[in-house]
């Protein structure tokens, strides 16, 4: 695993998040211009340092030619801020420094922001914990520190006809939230005889939410031990208009119990017949959905009681010498130590076998919080591995030789990493990456690692606008034939969809 020295840095570029607001109001002739703030920094040692952070002043005003057309003027500081390409629902904006050699890197602001009032008030949101897109995009899920699990249905992105459009012309109405808002609580709090206002899906933090394939079930985990599935069927707008009336809760109807520590992930096999737990108590345990029972039980092979904080399953197969079961899948599991292993996983056999193959070195850089693989990339096809610590280094392995490269921008935790393709090519891989420190980016891979430790061929591919400093501790990608999405999810109790 790296030192410090093999880390390479990344530079960090942040901007005031009401930019588009600020575009707005210039060109619909609220404001005749406005001052707006962007910063850049280079955390580098010092003595690669090039010089110390950039606080720029950027005045957003009308053309005095052009009154169809925004400008920006810089008043302070070395940098460059220009529209890179206009679509129906906003610019894509980009920004440089050439003083601190920051390339160009795209602005992306949400589309849309899903803020329910009763969990994102300013004065005391609701931190979310878990988080889960369906796999159509119809609805997400949302898990709370109180063991609360929220239902909300998602709503299309519209073409705006106005030239500076902001998130909240795309974002659900108020009443969205009031209507088609779904309680999910476990079955054993609903016939306790507490108050439905008072039930939950878990005892305590909810820390893991997938829907299942179908997009109508939904398995959830949380710190008291237990997994809760869920049906997940959503309200129509039709429906919820008729209605008129609150929603009731919706009880669970199958609970799985065994792990002696809090349960930090979870996997979905195929189309959903069995499922795979992680926990604290440092095991891996597969369940049979239809009967709740436990299948099998494997100790991490770092020893017993080291925790294991992420888990991510490949969907894709690979194939085996054996006759009998031709095919594998391949579980990774991101360790509390520092390390993560890679396991066998066959499931064409009863009870499922999982089986260890590989084990990381520890990494100096603190606990592995998040994991994710890649889908196989360029002529080559070759998969990668990447892997969050606490300490904020990101390291991407190849799936194959475990070559390896570092990188970091700040020593924020990482707390979610995933893959995706940009600008619709498997040729061009970008990384994904939630933070603590409230900046979200994507990392463009230029060079894979092929061979021992390489040097990072990582450069900003863009920076997810948004949020204010509120940690962004969950993210999903999802990919269309119209381009790729990325939601995220953060301490400010919001949801924030991004368009690549």
């Given at each position: 695993?790296?030192?410090?020295?093999?880390?390479?840095t990344?530079?960090?570029v942040t901007?005031?998040?009401?930019?588009?607001?600020?575009?707005?109001?210039?060109?619909?002739?609220?404001?005749?211009?406005?001052?707006i703030?962007?910063s850049?920094?280079?955390?580098?040692?010092?003595d690669?340092?090039?010089?110390g952070?950039?606080?720029?002043?950027?005045?957003?005003?009308?053309d005095d030619?052009d009154?169809?057309?925004?400008?920006?003027?810089?008043?302070?500081?070395?940098v460059h801020?220009s529209?890179?390409?206009r679509?129906?629902f906003?610019?894509?904006?980009?920004?440089?420094?050439?003083s601190?050699?920051?390339?160009?890197?795209?602005?992306?602001?949400?589309?849309?922001?899903?803020a329910?009032?009763?969990?994102?008030?300013?004065?005391?949101?609701?931190?979310?914990?878990?988080?889960?897109?369906?796999?159509?995009?119809?609805?997400?899920?949302?898990?709370?520190?109180?063991g609360?699990?929220?239902?909300?249905?998602?709503?299309?992105?519209?073409n705006s006809?106005?030239?500076?459009?902001?998130?909240a012309?795309?974002?659900?109405?108020?009443?969205?939230?009031?209507?088609?808002?779904?309680?999910l609580?476990?079955?054993?709090?609903?016939?306790?005889?507490?108050?439905?206002?008072l039930?939950r899906?878990?005892?305590?933090?909810?820390?893991?939410?997938r829907?299942?394939?179908?997009?109508?079930?939904l398995?959830?985990?949380?710190a008291?031990?237990?997994?809760?599935?869920?049906?997940?069927?959503?309200?129509?707008?039709?429906?919820a208009?008729?209605?008129?009336?609150?929603?009731?809760?919706?009880?669970?109807?199958?609970?799985?119990?065994a792990?002696?520590?809090s349960?930090?992930?979870?996997a979905?096999?195929?189309?959903g017949?069995?499922?795979i737990s992680?926990?604290?108590?440092g095991?891996?345990?597969?369940w049979?959905?239809?009967?709740?029972?436990?299948?099998?039980?494997?100790?991490?092979?770092?020893?017993?009681?080291?925790?294991i904080?992420?888990?991510?399953?490949?969907?894709?197969?690979?194939?085996?010498?054996d006759?009998e079961?031709?095919?594998?899948?391949?579980?990774?599991?991101?360790?509390?130590?520092g390390?993560?292993?890679?396991?066998?996983?066959d499931?064409?056999?009863?009870?499922p076998?999982?089986?260890?193959?590989?084990?990381?070195?520890?990494?100096?850089?603190?606990?592995?919080n998040?994991i994710?693989?890649?889908?196989?990339?360029?002529?080559?096809?070759?998969?990668?591995?990447?892997?969050?610590?606490?300490?904020?280094?990101?390291?991407?392995?190849?799936?194959?030789?475990?070559?390896?490269?570092?990188?970091?921008?700040?020593?924020?935790?990482?707390?979610?990493?995933?893959?995706?393709?940009?600008?619709?090519?498997?040729?061009?891989?970008?990384?994904?990456?939630?933070?603590?420190?409230g900046?979200?980016?994507?990392?463009?891979?230029?060079?894979?690692p092929l061979?021992?430790?390489?040097?990072?061929?990582?450069?900003?591919?863009?920076?997810?606008?948004?949020?204010?400093?509120?940690?962004?501790?969950?993210?999903?990608?999802?990919?269309?034939?119209s381009?790729?999405?990325?939601?995220?999810a953060?301490?400010?109790?919001?949801?924030?969809?991004?368009?690549?």
């Open positions: 695993m790296p030192s410090s020295s093999s880390v390479h990344v530079p960090i901007v005031q998040s009401t930019f588009p607001t600020v575009a707005n109001e210039v060109y619909s002739g609220v404001i005749p211009f406005e001052n703030w962007i850049c920094y280079d955390n580098s040692p010092p690669a340092r090039q010089l952070p950039i606080h720029a002043k950027v005045r957003v005003v009308l030619e009154r169809e057309s925004v400008v920006y003027q810089v008043r302070e500081g070395d801020l529209e890179s390409a679509r129906d906003g610019y894509v904006y980009t920004v440089s420094s050439p601190l050699r920051i390339p160009l890197a795209r602005l992306l602001f949400p589309v849309q922001e899903y329910d009032p009763e969990r994102s008030n300013p004065q005391k949101p609701h931190r979310i914990t878990a988080f889960s897109l369906s796999p159509d995009k119809s609805q997400y899920a949302t898990g709370y520190l109180d609360s699990v929220l239902l909300y249905p998602t709503v299309p992105i519209h006809q106005n030239k500076y459009p902001t998130s012309m795309h974002s659900p109405s108020r009443s969205t939230y009031t209507s088609r808002r779904q309680a609580v476990s079955a054993a709090s609903m016939s306790s005889g507490v108050s439905p206002a039930a899906a878990h005892r305590s933090s909810v820390t893991s939410l829907f299942f394939p179908s997009s109508r079930v398995l959830s985990s949380g008291d031990f237990t997994l809760q599935i869920f049906p997940a069927d959503p309200i129509s707008a039709s429906a208009s008729s209605s008129g009336q609150s929603n009731k809760p919706v009880s669970s109807v199958r609970t799985f119990t792990h002696t520590r349960i930090t992930s979870s979905i096999i195929d189309r017949r069995e499922i992680s926990s604290m108590d095991t891996l345990r597969v049979d959905v239809s009967t709740g029972t436990e299948e099998t039980l494997i100790h991490s092979a770092a020893g017993l009681g080291i925790g904080n992420r888990i991510f399953l490949d969907p894709n197969l690979v194939p085996t010498k006759a079961h031709p095919y594998k899948r391949k579980l990774y599991a991101a360790l509390q130590d390390s993560f292993e890679v396991l066998n996983l499931d064409q056999q009863k009870p076998k999982l089986v260890h193959e590989f084990r990381s070195e520890r990494s100096v850089h603190g606990a592995l998040a994710a693989v890649s889908q196989p990339t360029g002529a080559a096809g070759t998969v990668l591995i990447a892997v969050g610590s606490a300490k904020g280094v990101v390291s991407v392995y190849n799936a194959s030789t475990y070559a390896s490269t570092h990188f970091r921008r700040s020593d924020a935790s990482i707390e979610d990493l995933d893959f995706v393709f940009l600008e619709n090519t498997t040729d061009k891989l970008g990384l994904v990456i939630a933070t603590a420190d900046l979200p980016w994507i990392a463009s891979l230029k060079e894979l061979s021992g430790v390489c040097d990072a061929q990582v450069s900003v591919y863009a920076e997810l606008v948004g949020g204010d400093v509120d940690a962004v501790r969950h993210l999903s990608v999802h990919t269309a034939d381009g790729a999405e990325v939601w995220t953060s301490d400010d109790g919001i949801v924030r969809r991004y368009v690549l």
